[in-house]
């Protein structure tokens, strides 16, 4: 059975670097073909997709936020973690990790979302 | 990436069948078979529906299906239910690696 389970604050300030984290069950991202994504959503808005990693450690990222994102895995520890620099109120959103295999494009099992507010 | 656009709202009495439409560009929808569908109940993560334009994964009601036309991709439901009633986002494969997301449509089971 997959899971995916994301963690990290709840609150920012704006200016700050959000550090988020993936932690997931039942797949292996040292197994081929296996990728993760992170997607996010405001509040009472649509998704957003923002990053992806592979199995072979290849990155990419949405192109608008790309000069803000980092991605990263821990295989070891069946994590895949996101950072987000320069926060500002609008990335307020919840933020969602999902399981995607390699070359079937699209999202088969997701996290439960943790909802970031960025504020003062 | 631009949003897909999908309407805002869509409605129907229970046991009548609703569409959802998605509509993108010959960059996203029109240039790839990788359209999905997710449904989403309020609080809730998504959940895929469909997926490569009109495949169900396990466990997905047939009521579900999907089709595309061009650059605008479809979502019926059958034969609707009070459990259908929920936010609806569309996504398609962009190029590179990339991903885009519809606009989302809220349906109402009247």
């Known amino acids: ?120 | 990436q631009s949003a897909l656009t999908q309407p805002p709202s869509a409605s129907g009495s229970p046991g009548q069948s609703v569409t959802i439409s998605c509509t993108g560009t010959s960059s996203d929808v029109g240039g790839y078979n990788y359209v999905s569908w997710y449904q989403q109940h309020p609080g809730k993560a998504p959940k895929v529906m469909i997926y490569e334009i009109s495949k169900r994964p396990s466990g997905v009601p047939d009521r579900f299906s999907g089709s595309k036309s061009g650059n605008t991709a479809s979502l019926t439901v059958s034969g609707l239910q009070a459990e259908d009633e929920a936010d609806y986002y569309c996504s398609s494969y962009a190029g590179s690696n990339l991903y885009v997301f519809g606009s989302g449509t809220k349906v109402t089971v009247l």
């Open chain 1, 1 to 120: 059975q997959v899971t995916l389970r994301e963690s990290g604050p709840a609150l920012v300030k704006p200016t700050q670097t959000l550090t988020l984290t993936c932690t997931f069950s039942g797949f292996s991202l040292s197994t081929s073909g296996m990728c993760v994504s992170w997607i996010r959503q405001p509040p009472g808005k649509a998704l957003e997709w923002l990053a992806r990693i592979d199995w072979d450690d290849d990155k990419y990222y949405s192109t608008s936020l790309k000069t803000r994102l980092t991605i990263s895995k821990d295989t070891s520890k069946n994590q895949v973690v996101l950072t987000m620099t320069n926060m500002d109120p609008v990335d307020t959103a919840t933020y969602y990790c999902a399981r995607i295999e390699y070359g079937l494009y699209y999202f088969h099992n997701w996290g439960q979302g943790t909802l970031v507010t960025v504020s003062s």
